[in-house]
């Protein structure tokens, strides 16, 4: 029976830490890929055994592996993620988003990345294809800007989603850009920002420009979407068509803590979702509010939110967590879990009223994804 285990993704390679069934013991295996930059791991929940890396080799560049042994084994891409030559120079940095196709399109993946672009594989991530109804659509450079526009890492296309209803009703998500929904298979897209700050623009609410950090859609209801955003955290129920201001529901204690990169969704409970705070100073310092970490949960969909601290670090904490290295298992009770950018793993299995370190001394984790892994 497979367990929980938690690919780590980080600056220095990937590692891979497993939980016993009761998730109170777990074992640290790895490196892989030691001395290379992984942004992104995941499994492919369709067949239980195709394990995808996004990597930034050395030698290799932005490329994209797979494992179909639980890691025992790797087989880089034989056709990496990159813009055509007839794109107007334009290169893929690095591979930093990945999500399976729909249920019924085996061997299907997406992939986002830097600067903004999206890819298709249609045979289990060996060959990789533009997907020119995004990459070459004549508003591209209106929604996402010059590649020399972005931020210092870099734009970034995260956030794809699959709605489980029609495997052609994608959504994507930029930073910078706005979230963008296609209901043609990624042939078109049209922005869907409305409702959704962006402070940073004389007009806090354009049409696209905005800068989501994290988008969200739960199986069991694919009509809503839930926003980890630059400037707020927002729920966009598909019948209103607009993102509604959940940050705003957060406790007012003088702490902003509506900002942050990650935000999840229970496996079962389509209203209960969780975020970490970040640091909302005017100089984006990207640690915790105070110097104190803490999640957010709400039980109903962000109308109301808790505080859960018990067992972080009561001071002088000063990491944050990136928006892909906050994940939640499947298990009825969720084990939630987030990695930091000092290296450690935090584990709740009570769904966030408690908290422990389960990993130390790793690099700073770029994402950490629980999976079920063989």
């Known amino acids: 029976m497979a367990d929980t285990a938690l690919l780590i993704a980080t600056r220095k390679g990937l590692w891979i830490l497993r939980g016993n069934a009761a998730r109170t013991d777990w074992r640290l295996e790895g490196p892989h890929f030691l001395g290379n930059v992984i942004h992104h791991a995941r499994l492919d929940p369709r067949d239980g055994r195709t394990t995808l890396v996004a990597a930034r080799t050395g030698h290799l560049g932005p490329t994209v592996f797979r494992s179909t042994d639980a890691g025992a084994t790797w087989q880089e891409a034989v056709t990496p993620p990159a813009f055509p030559k007839a794109a107007g120079g334009r290169v893929v940095e690095h591979v930093f988003w990945l999500t399976p196709g729909h249920a019924s399109e085996p061997g299907t993946w997406y992939a986002g990345t830097s600067p903004q672009g999206l890819f298709v594989s249609s045979d289990g991530g060996l060959n990789w294809a533009s997907v020119e109804g995004f990459n070459a659509h004549p508003d591209r450079r209106a929604w996402c800007g010059d590649d020399k526009d972005q931020t210092p890492d870099g734009g970034k296309l995260h956030s794809v989603l699959v709605d489980p209803r029609d495997p052609a009703h994608l959504f994507v998500s930029m930073s910078s850009g706005g979230t963008f929904e296609s209901r043609a298979g990624g042939a078109d897209w049209t922005p869907i920002n409305q409702g959704a700050r962006a402070e940073f623009y004389p ?160 690099p700073e984790i770029y994402a950490l994804e629980a999976e079920r892994l063989a």
């Open 203 to 362: 007009d806090p609410y354009p049409v696209f420009g905005q800068d989501p950090h994290c988008v969200r859609m739960h199986p069991a209801r694919p009509s809503r979407l839930y926003q980890q955003n630059h400037c707020g955290l927002f729920r966009r129920d598909e019948a209103d068509g607009r993102w509604v201001d959940i940050g705003a529901n957060l406790p007012q204690d003088g702490v902003r803590r509506d900002i942050g990169f990650g935000i999840v969704i229970h496996a079962h409970q389509p209203d209960t979702i969780w975020t970490i705070p970040m640091d909302a100073g005017s100089v984006w310092p990207r640690v915790s509010p105070e110097g104190k970490p803490c999640v957010m949960r709400s039980r109903d969909g962000g109308d109301s939110w808790q505080m859960c601290r018990s067992g972080l670090p009561g001071e002088q904490a000063w990491f944050t967590v990136l928006r892909q290295a906050l994940t939640v298992d499947g298990e009825s009770t969720a084990g939630v879990y987030f990695g930091t950018t000092g290296g450690e793993v935090w584990a709740s299995t009570d769904e966030g009223d408690n908290w422990r370190c389960i990993a130390r001394h790793l």
